[in-house]
């Protein structure tokens, strides 16, 4: 039931507001422009997820985040030889071999159960083509990794999938006929909509070749695509970060051959380049006092050194810009049972990160010109894995996560950002310079939809999980929404330790991993976002003011509705 509201008193008056209270404004006839939803990108490295119980179910929750844009998925291993077998950080469709004379053999079969649940309605594909079949390996033995679904081992990357070709134009026809296959199975329109790119972090161990030899397969791959789909968009190199093997040294040296290199392909000049994509990650670690801490610093440090690569390139500035991982560490596989430093993703503090983190990514890469259009989550969903083991997922055998419900409510933003400020919130740079080790980051997005409602994004985020029960309050001011004959209703939806969050309840319950249905289902019913009422004051000047108290590593969303 929502609250109707004119003159009404809060709960809480102004005049007792703690004197040290964070003040948010929000301005509401001061549109910004744009706010775009950059965060409907998801991903994983095991691609035959999304055929299992798990991958089906979580694929119809991310459908219903987006009316307008689409979902984009982004899988690895959709070329990989192998039988079909599962594994962290392993999947395989088997769609390229060999007859006795070389003579190439295409099975789509499995490369099609994957590819028609990520075209479904609502649905869409960001093709990798990765990655090298075992008959196209320059180094074909030994080809598969030791595998397993509880750990992973050492030699996650390794073997003949990460190797490049040893026949250009054999990989080139491959690339083509998955294109062709593409456009026949699923329309010329539909298969050119896609975002086409090659390889996975190509400067690290995924890539068992020179730089060199990358923007070599990259011509073929690109010559391949365009020549069935010569509108869709193709790019790359999707390089980690910087710091790390040389990512920033990597991007340059693709971006100049794109520019002016030699096309292995066609022997002129650059190669097709329709967007750029890279990869930009934090860290974790445990501290001295046994506590998660994160580094939301370094994934924005990534943003912004990338973001000004690309604008010393004039012919590339204003391309559209992927991150095809953007994550507050790098190991989506490594479960937190067995690497505590990863235990955030069970709790709200990676909600709260995410939302810290999401709101600013658009605003720091215009800063250098940059089109970011998306950034992908490398979060999706594991199969056959105990409850809440801590692997980077969106849920935990179909249960929500807290970070699942921070995207609900990212989904629930308008299209057009208002002027909104909190003397919390610290300035991007700073986070850049210190992270978040001192204050927390009380930060506010605020945005209005077609209809005129407002919606504001609360949240509280600091690095050091320590401390979950402190509290922040927060003094409320809605300007210019609503003059002296129109009402407003209001809702406020939760996510903290004890909203949204399954997590706090199934560790009440004993931490059962097997628990009985009642048991699910009252996780399932834990993690459900609920949307309460919300009062507000009104002033004699219209404006609107309220009192709301933030947790330590919440989000908060007020919805304002205009009667």
């Not at 009440?508 to 949307?531: N, T, Y």
């Amino acid at each position: 039931m929502r609250i109707l509201l004119s003159s009404m008193l809060l709960a809480f008056p102004l005049s007792l507001l703690a004197k040290d209270a964070v003040e948010v404004s929000v301005k509401a006839d001061q549109p910004l422009g744009e706010l775009r939803p950059i965060w409907n990108y998801f991903g994983a490295d095991e691609a035959g997820t999304a055929l299992t119980d798990e991958g089906q179910h979580l694929i119809k929750e991310l459908n219903k985040l987006s009316d307008e844009h689409p979902i984009r998925i982004r899988f690895h291993h959709l070329l990989t030889s192998g039988d079909g077998t599962l594994a962290l950080k392993w999947s395989s469709t088997n769609v390229y071999t060999e007859d006795e004379d070389g003579n190439p053999i295409y099975d789509w079969t499995r490369l099609d159960a994957i590819m028609d649940t990520l075209t479904q309605p609502g649905i869409q594909p960001f093709v990798q083509a990765s990655f090298m079949p075992q008959a196209l390996s320059s180094q074909p033995e030994p080809y598969t990794p030791t595998l397993t679904q509880r750990g992973l081992p050492k030699d996650m990357v390794s073997g003949g999938a990460f190797y490049p070709p040893k026949d250009y134009q054999k990989w080139q026809e491959l690339i083509r006929a998955w294109a062709q296959h593409s456009a026949d199975r699923y329309g010329l329109e539909n298969a050119s909509s896609w975002l086409w790119e090659l390889w996975n972090e190509p400067e690290s161990p995924y890539f068992k070749g020179t730089t060199a030899e990358f923007c070599k397969m990259y011509d073929h791959f690109a010559y391949a695509v365009k020549s069935v789909l010569p509108n869709a968009a193709v790019g790359g190199p999707h390089v980690t970060d910087p710091g790390w093997k040389n990512g920033d040294v990597f991007l340059k040296a693709f971006l100049e051959h794109c520019r002016s290199g030699e096309n292995d392909a066609t022997g002129e000049i650059g190669a097709p380049l329709d967007f750029i994509a890279y990869h930009a990650k934090g860290t974790t670690r445990i501290d001295e006092e046994g506590h998660v801490e994160m580094h939301l610093r370094n994934q924005l440090r990534t943003i912004d050194t990338y973001s000004g690569i690309i604008a010393s390139f004039p012919e590339y500035a204003d391309l559209p810009v992927y991150l095809g991982e953007s994550d507050p560490e790098g190991c989506a596989g490594c479960p937190a049972t067995l690497d505590p430093e990863r235990d955030y993703r069970r709790t709200s503090q990676f909600a709260s990160y995410t939302a810290a983190s999401f709101l600013r990514k658009q605003a720091l890469a215009a800063r250098h010109g940059g089109n970011l259009q998306g950034a992908v989550s490398w979060a999706y969903t594991f199969h056959d894995q105990p409850w809440f083991n801590g692997l980077r997922a969106l849920t935990t055998n179909k249960v929500s996560l807290p970070v699942f419900n921070a995207f609900k409510l990212f989904a629930r933003l308008g299209p057009t950002q208002l002027q909104a400020t909190s003397d919390g919130m610290l300035e991007t740079d700073t986070i850049i310079s210190d992270s978040v080790r001192s204050d927390p980051d009380i930060g506010v997005v605020a945005t209005r939809s077609a209809d005129g409602a407002v919606q504001i994004l609360l949240w509280n985020y600091h690095d050091v999980a320590n401390d979950f029960s402190s509290e922040t309050d927060i003094a409320l001011s809605v300007s210019h929404l609503v003059d002296s004959s129109e009402t407003v209703t209001a809702t406020i939806t939760r996510i903290d330790e004890h909203h949204g969050n399954a997590y706090t309840l199934w560790r009440a319950l004993g931490e059962p991993q097997d628990p009985s249905e009642e048991e699910i289902g009252a996780m399932h019913e834990a993690s459900e976002l609920v949307r309460e009422p919300f009062t507000l004051e009104r002033t004699d000047e219209g404006d609107l003011h309220a009192e709301v108290t933030l947790p330590r590593q919440s989000v908060v969303l007020l919805e304002i509705n205009r009667n």
